[in-house]
Structure formats: C-alpha cells, structure tokens
C-alpha cells in the first residue's frame, strides 16, 4: 500500500484489518498483525479484536489477549458510575 499508492499505515487501517479477520475468526492472523504494527497501539484496535471475537464466538484466545490488554488506556471516569 505504501510503495504502490504513496499511503502510509496509520491505526485506522490496522484497527479495520484487525476487525475484519476476528470477524472471520483468524483471531490468530489478527493478533500477529497487532504485534506487527509499528505503531503506538491505541484502544481501538484491542476493541476490534474483542468485539470480533464476540460476534465470531471465538473464546478460546480471548484470556490470552485480556492479559495483553492496555487497561491503562481506559478512563473510567467517563463511564458515570
């Protein structure tokens, strides 16, 4: 994409690609490329891999990758609780 088009990755495209393979459930293809991404990984992208995981029913990964989970990146005080 970089070298044929001139357009760089940014997390935008990473989050849709992570979405759409733990939609079809390569929740593994989707999870080596979050560890590819030379970017700063943002909430974004681990909302997509769960909410993928979610609605493809896969389980089995998902304690793994709660464990990898940025909980920092959370603001609770925006919840109202």
């Known amino acids: 994409m970089v070298s044929e ?11 849709c690609m992570v979405g ?10 989707a999870c080596k490329l979050i560890d590819s ?3 700063e990984l943002g909430l974004a992208v681990w909302v997509a891999l769960l909410a993928g995981m979610g609605s493809a029913h896969v389980v089995t990964t998902g304690e793994a990758n709660v464990q990898r989970f ?10 109202g609780c």
């Open 5 to 15: 088009y001139k357009v760089p990755r940014t997390e935008k495209h990473y989050v």
């Open 20 to 29: 759409l393979l733990a939609c079809a459930g390569q929740v593994e293809k």
């Open 37 to 39: 991404m030379n970017a």
């Open 70 to 79: 940025p909980f920092s990146l959370l603001d609770f005080s925006q919840l």
